[in-house]
């Protein structure tokens, strides 16, 4: 049964607590899917399911109350969705094939929201066709500006869309709007010296307020897009806590490689003799100086890139809360 059942969890079906039945895990990368599709997931948890479906915390959908007999059936249904999803391989009539890099999230982007600066969506896409299929448990999001919408802190890699703003003196009439709200609801980046606005590109996070707030377009959008990376955080039993910049101030193709370089990192220093190990866990083992060497090794940085030469992660753990709480008996 062991065989049998790590089979179907790899297949993205779900093992549930009824016996006898699974549930279809659907990928959605980025949280976004044509419409035309949820005829789809509605003819599957009709005809198979118990018709319900859940949307799960990572953007998918999950179909519960399948028999296990029906799988084929169901993989050969699926087919034209996983090619739409972004599968480039055509896995025919076998479903997914594997399911342990979950699903990429992302939140709505600059296709809908005012605060986004890149398309979340198209990254996650593009994310999605480096990335999956793998059995290497990763976790991925994107989000599309540092307020985080998506939780992407709470990720082994998160993608923040950042903005490096320019500023065009000649058309500033020294309102101080940028510098007065940076200064009230972000980071206190900007300051006015002799009616003009001085940006601290250090304490700067690329957020676009200062954009956003200019009545006269003296501060604009580079045309150069830039991200900003973070890494490790993780929830779960252990050591929970929220993921570190690793990287700022860099390009998507930078970001890409040194993903994809982590996948090969995992691979040399995982531990085989565990069912699964959090690549959070590979990095605190390994160290992070190890990590980062490899990782960067054949990454072509831009010259705005900057790297952290250390990371102090945060995070409790839950053998502490015993020294929080007074016991009663």
């Not at 050969?76 to 076998?94: H, S, V």
Request: with cysteine; charged share 25%; net charge positive.
């Amino acid at each position: 049964m062991s065989v049998f059942t790590k089979k179907q969890m790899k297949n993205a079906y779900r093992i549930t607590k009824v016996s006898g039945k699974t549930a279809l895990r659907v990928r959605v990368p980025g949280g976004h899917i044509e419409t035309k599709w949820f005829s789809l997931i509605h003819e599957i948890a009709e005809k198979y399911g118990n018709g319900t479906a859940h949307i799960t915390t990572r953007q998918g959908f999950e179909i519960p109350g399948i028999d296990f007999e029906k799988i084929p059936e169901i993989n050969a249904m699926i087919r034209p969705l996983l090619l739409a999803m972004g599968l480039e391989d055509d896995p025919g009539d076998k479903g997914y094939p594997s399911a342990g890099t979950r699903n990429i999230s992302a939140c709505i982007g600059n296709r809908v929201c005012t605060f986004g600066n890149d398309d979340t969506s198209r990254l996650a896409m593009e994310l999605e066709q480096l990335v999956y299929p793998h059995d290497l448990h990763f976790k991925i999001a994107v989000t599309g500006c540092p307020n985080d919408c998506i939780k992407a802190v709470m990720n082994d890699f998160g993608i923040i869309c950042t903005v490096e703003p320019v500023y065009n003196e000649s058309r500033c009439i020294s309102c101080r709007a940028c510098v007065d709200h940076c200064s009230k609801a972000v980071v206190s980046a900007l300051t006015f010296k002799d009616f003009s606005v001085v940006r601290n590109p250090n304490a700067c996070i690329g957020c676009g307020e200062c954009i956003r707030k200019c009545p006269t377009e003296a501060l604009t959008r580079s045309a150069t897009k830039s991200y900003r990376l973070v890494i490790m955080g993780r929830t779960g039993k252990k050591n929970p806590r929220i993921a570190r910049t690793f990287i700022k101030w860099v390009d998507k193709d930078s970001i890409f490689k040194i993903i994809e370089n982590t996948y090969a990192f995992v691979d040399r220093h995982i531990d085989r003799s565990l069912d699964k190990e959090h690549v959070g866990y590979i990095v605190d083992r390994v160290g992070y100086h190890a990590f980062r060497d490899e990782v960067l090794k054949y990454v072509t940085l831009n010259d705005t890139a900057v790297v952290a030469e250390n990371i102090q992660w945060g995070g409790y753990f839950y053998a502490n809360d015993t020294d929080l709480f007074y016991n009663k008996r």
